[in-house]
């Protein structure tokens, strides 16, 4: 009989035991986002005519989630975040994401929205070496 591989495999069982290294502390990251957000976004209104000051949100909310990550775990790790920042006409909104990585990795996401706007925020730390 041959074997299938693909889809149908069955799953890699991952190892009971837990890496030695570090795991990137998401706990942590993830509050200062929702705050940033917050006080970031707090006066903000969606202006489809000033894509600058559009992109300066996402830009600076970016920088700032990028440099706190490197604040928390300063080696070993690759950080990526990617922002979405759209007009809120009222519908409805929905992020997921599943990764399947390493234990020692994270991925945190945060949604901010207000009758104005709305701002996805995901931020990747993916371990390195």
Not at 64 to 70: E, F, L, P
């Amino acid at each position: 009989m041959a074997t299938r591989i693909g889809a149908l495999s069955p799953p890699v069982p991952r190892s009971a035991t837990s890496s030695p290294r570090t795991k990137f502390p998401a706990d942590s990251l993830r509050p200062y986002m929702r705050q940033l957000l917050g006080k970031t976004l707090a006066g903000a209104a969606w202006d489809s005519t000033d894509k600058a000051r559009m992109s300066a949100y996402s830009k600076e909310i970016s920088e700032r989630v990028k440099q706190r990550m490197i604040e928390l775990e300063p080696r070993g790790f690759k950080y990526i975040v990617t922002s979405t920042f759209s007009e809120n006409l009222g519908q409805a909104g929905r992020a997921d994401m599943s990764c399947h990585w390493e234990d020692t990795d994270g991925a945190i996401q945060e949604i901010y929205s207000n009758d104005s706007l709305i701002f996805v925020i995901i931020a990747y730390a993916v371990r390195v070496g």
